[in-house]
C-alpha cells in the first residue's frame, strides 16, 4: 500500500528524493524498489538534500544499503555527506554492518560526514524513523 502510494505521489509531483529517504531510513526495500522502477534516480536527494544510502547508512538498514548499491548508489555520498562515516557514527551492531558492506565495497571516508548545511541527515528524518531500537551488540 505504501509503496503504491509513494509512487503515486511522485507522479503527481511530489519530491521523489523525500520519499527514497524515508523509505531508506525505515530499511523499506519494497518503496524503494517501486521508486527506482517508476523512475526515480537512485541518487536522488531530498529537498533537504539527504540520499538514500546516506539515510540508509545512518539508521543501520542493511537491505536497504545493499539494494541501493545494487542499483548504482554513489558509495561515497551523493550528497556530500558519507555513507561511510554515518555507518561507523556510534558502536551499534547493526551500523556496524553497513559499514563492513561499504568498506567492503570501496567506499571511503569523507573528510567531513555532515552535509555542507550543518545537520545531520537523521535530523531530516522523523524522530522515529528505526524500525527498531538500536541495539548496542
Not at 509513494?6 to 530499511?27: K, L, N, P, R, S
Not at 538498514?61 to 539494494?67: G, N, R
Not at 554515518?86 to 563492513?100: F, L, N, P, W
Amino acid at each position: 500500500q505504501a509503496r503504491g502510494l509513494a509512487v503515486q505521489v511522485v507522479e503527481a509531483g511530489g519530491h521523489a528524493g523525500d520519499f527514497m529517504t524515508q523509505a531508506a531510513a525505515y530499511g523499506d526495500v519494497e518503496t524503494l524498489r517501486a521508486l527506482i522502477d517508476a523512475g526515480v534516480g537512485v541518487d536522488t536527494l531530498s529537498e533537504s538534500g539527504s540520499s538514500a544510502l546516506c539515510l540508509a547508512a545512518e539508521e543501520g538498514q542493511l537491505e536497504a544499503a545493499e539494494y541501493l548499491l545494487a542499483r548504482g548508489a554513489d558509495i561515497n555520498g551523493a550528497d556530500g555527506c558519507s555513507p561511510l562515516a554515518h555507518a561507523e557514527s556510534y558502536d551499534i551492531r547493526r551500523k556496524k554492518e553497513v559499514a563492513q558492506l561499504l568498506r567492503a565495497r570501496g567506499a571511503h571516508q569523507a573528510e567531513q560526514a555532515v552535509p555542507s548545511d550543518g545537520h545531520k541527515p537523521s535530523s531530516r528524518v522523523p524522530s522515529d524513523a528505526s524500525t527498531a531500537p538500536a541495539d548496542a551488540h
